[in-house]
């Protein structure tokens, strides 16, 4: 049994920086991509960023050059680094464990940030 769980989310000021980080509980052998994802009030959640087994990369071009994804296999998380933060960027935010034909979701973390 994969359960995710995220951290880190908070409110801060516009410009500002937050780092978030998911924990996994259980093996993430097979892992075939974990991604962070948002869903602002009256929004479909979208994708923001997404870390493949190899180690690549990609990300949303609304968050491309201020937003870094990380992978810790030793730790079972996954991180990611958000700075530059915009007003826009409130939402709240979940991580993804894709593994075979199925997915895992956290419960999410709310980021607010002020204008």
């Known amino acids: 049994q994969v359960q995710l769980a995220e951290s880190g989310g908070g409110l801060v000021q516009a410009g500002g920086s937050l780092r978030l980080s998911c924990a996994v509980t259980g093996s993430i052998f097979g892992t075939n991509y974990m991604g962070w994802y948002r869903q602002a009030p009256g929004e479909q959640r979208e994708l923001v960023a997404v870390i493949v087994s190899g180690g690549s990369t990609n990300y949303a071009d609304s968050v491309k050059g201020r937003f870094t994804i990380s992978r810790d296999n030793a730790k079972n998380s996954m991180h990611l680094q958000m700075n530059s933060l915009k007003p826009e960027d409130t939402a709240v935010y979940y991580c993804?464990?894709?593994?075979?034909?199925?997915?895992?979701w956290g419960q999410g973390t709310q980021v607010t940030v002020s204008s």
């Open positions: 993804r464990l894709h593994r075979g034909t199925i997915d895992y």
